[in-house]
């Protein structure tokens, strides 16, 4: 199911680091409307089920930590082609690998510390998208 939105979510290193208006401003300069968004924080169950697809992997534990261990903002993205145009955006997940100007590679420190999440679908980022938000909260 094609859809014009992603979810997207800046992660604590780039909260605690002050990026959060920075990468916002790369999102609307890439053309992205946001229609929600809101600082939250994870608790370990919410971490958990979000990262549920990595749970046998080695990083779980550590990338659960991670994720609770300071607020996140949590947004919905719409554009068309959204999540595909995202991703680009967002650059590869090993920031010493991502494109020069993307904002993995403008803000994130390591693998595990990269600043912002992407869905990688537009299935998943449906579920992700109601994952941390209300109907009422999307615009």
Same mark, same amino acid.
């Given at each position: 199911?094609k859809?014009?939105?992603t ?5 604590? =290193?780039a909260? *605690?680091?002050?990026y !959060?208006? $920075? ?5 609307? /300069? +890439?053309?992205?409307? !946001?229609?929600? @968004?809101?600082?939250?924080?994870m608790?370990k169950? =919410?971490?958990?089920?979000?990262? +549920?697809?990595? $749970? ?5 534990? &550590? @990338?659960?930590?991670f994720?609770? &261990?300071?607020p ?5 993205? /719409?554009? *068309?082609?959204?999540? /595909? ?8 997940t090993n920031?010493?690998? $991502? /494109? ?5 590679? @403008?803000? +994130?420190?390591?693998?595990q510390?990269? $600043?912002?999440?992407g &869905?990688? &679908?537009?299935e998943?980022?449906?579920? *992700? ?6 109907t009422? *909260?999307?615009?």
């Open positions: 199911m859809t014009n939105r979810f997207t979510m800046i992660k604590p =290193d909260v *605690e680091n002050g !959060i208006g $920075a990468i916002l401003a790369k999102i609307n /300069e +890439a053309g992205f409307k !946001i229609v929600a @968004l809101k600082m939250t924080q608790s169950r =919410d971490a958990q089920l979000f990262y +549920a697809v990595h $749970a046998q992997r080695p990083f779980f534990s &550590s @990338l659960v930590d994720m609770v &261990s300071g996140i903002v949590a947004a919905i993205l /719409e554009k *068309e082609n959204a999540v /595909e145009d995202f991703r680009k955006l967002i650059g590869a920031p010493a690998d $991502a /494109e020069d100007g993307t904002i993995r590679k @403008l803000f +994130a420190a390591s693998i510390n990269n $600043a912002i999440h &869905s990688d &679908s537009d998943n980022a449906m579920i *992700e998208s109601y994952f941390h938000f209300a009422r *909260e999307m615009f």
